[in-house]
């Protein structure tokens, strides 16, 4: 069984700063893509960053100079820093990624989500 475990959310002031981390646990082989993704309430989930396997980054245009995605592949874990929060990062961050076990089968898993609120 393949899953995916968020953690490092909660609640944080207006300019302060939150790591998320997320570990892939599991009979894995390999983990090609991984993703942070974020909900806000009423809102459709979107997109906050990506990471590939050989650490190429790519971010939504809201969170480019304040967030950083970094990955650790010894560990099957993913980072999100985030750092001058605002109000509006607000919502629940999921974690995503594609995952090869060594039964050569192929997996997109989601974490369970972890919650970040940002007070103004």
């Known amino acids: 069984q393949v899953q995916l475990v968020e953690s490092g959310g909660g609640l944080v002031q207006a300019g302060g700063s939150l790591r998320l981390s997320c570990t892939a646990s599991?009979?894995?082989?390999?983990?090609?893509?991984m993703a942070w993704y974020r909900q806000a309430p009423g809102k459709q989930r979107e997109l906050v960053a990506t990471?590939?396997?050989?650490?190429?980054?790519n971010y939504a245009d809201s969170v480019k100079g304040r967030f950083t995605i970094s990955r650790d592949n010894a560990k099957n874990t993913v980072y999100l820093q985030m750092n001058s929060l605002k109000p509006e990062d607000t919502g629940v961050y999921y974690c995503?990624?594609?995952?090869?076990?060594?039964?050569?089968?192929?997996?997109?898993?989601w974490g369970q989500g972890t919650q970040v609120t940002v007070s103004s």
């Open positions: 990471i590939t396997q050989g650490s190429t980054t």
């Open positions: 995503n990624a594609d995952l090869t076990t060594f039964a050569h089968q192929w997996y997109r898993r």
């Open positions: 599991g009979s894995i082989f390999s983990i090609d893509k």
